[in-house]
Nanobody, 125 residues
């Protein structure tokens, strides 16, 4: 699955952005779709994930209550709505996909197979 992330940009603290991740082909219902981010000098970290079939969502503690992940079946697209942005949210954001037919893998810990190219989010103070 090829993934294309978009929607990054420069925003002031407290503002909002919506990231999009478009899949090149129909995403099977067994997939987990995730968002990760990597800030300068830091390791990549899990942000949020969604199980395509059930729509169940998972979030890192640092973004709970501020970010919302969702998907559009017709458009094969996953979104990350980011509200109340903080300077510490500044990072390159990546979307990723992993097939999970069992439905038992932990979306925050599993190894993802397919990755998008990343989109830069900069939050100014």
């Amino acid at each position: 699955v090829q993934l294309q992330a978009s929607g990054g940009g420069l925003v002031q603290a407290g503002g909002s952005l919506r990231l999009s991740c478009a899949a090149s082909e129909r995403t099977f219902t067994s997939y987990i779709m995730g968002w990760f981010r990597q800030a300068p000098g830091k390791e990549r970290e899990f942000v949020a994930a969604i199980r395509w079939s059930r729509g169940s969502t998972f979030y890192a503690d640092s973004v709970k209550g501020r970010f919302t992940i969702s998907r559009d079946n017709a458009k094969n697209t996953v979104y990350l709505q980011m509200n109340s942005l903080r300077p510490e949210d500044t990072a390159v954001y990546y979307c990723a996909a992993r097939n999970d037919p069992s439905g038992r893998l932990n979306p925050a810990l599993v190894r993802y197979d397919d990755w998008g190219q990343g989109t830069l989010v900069t939050v100014s103070s």
